[in-house]
């Protein structure tokens, strides 16, 4: 099978909060990351549709990885695992 990807994948498990108006914050851990976006098991809650822009944080243990909420955009899911794209700050 041919590889695609562009980034190089680093198995995590980070904590992410993805939120949007219209359901709020849903929690999910990142299976994996890269420079293009990351992969995130959400667990009791249900994945929004492919196209949707969400503001993401990540979190460690003792607090955000990020200040400031980056937008991804969720490129497809399967069960109850999503891929996430980051947005560049230009778009």
């Known amino acids: 099978m041919d590889e695609r990807r562009q980034f190089e994948?680093?198995?995590?498990?980070?904590?992410?909060?993805?939120?949007?108006?219209?359901?709020?914050?849903?929690i999910g851990f990142a299976r994996d990351i890269s420079d293009?976006?990351?992969s995130v098991l959400i667990e009791n809650y249900q994945?929004?549709?492919v196209g949707t822009i969400v503001e993401v944080r990540?979190?460690?243990?003792?607090?955000?990885?990020?200040?400031?909420?980056?937008?991804?955009?969720?490129?497809?899911?399967?069960?109850?695992?999503?891929?996430l794209?980051?947005?560049?700050d230009n778009l």
Do not use: D, L, W, Y
């Not at 680093?10 to 709020?24: C, D, L, N, Q, Y």
């Not at 955000?64 to 969720?74: G, L």
């Not at 794209?85 to 560049?88: D, E, G, K």
């Open 36 to 38: 293009g976006g990351a």
């Open 58 to 83: 990540f979190k460690k243990m003792v607090g955000p990885i990020n200040a400031e909420p980056v937008k991804m955009q969720i490129v497809h899911h399967h069960r109850n695992t999503a891929g």
């Open 47 to 49: 994945v929004p549709p």
């Open 9 to 26: 994948r680093k198995p995590t498990s980070i904590r992410v909060e993805m939120t949007h108006p219209a359901f709020g914050t849903i």
């Open 85 to 88: 794209m980051f947005i560049p």
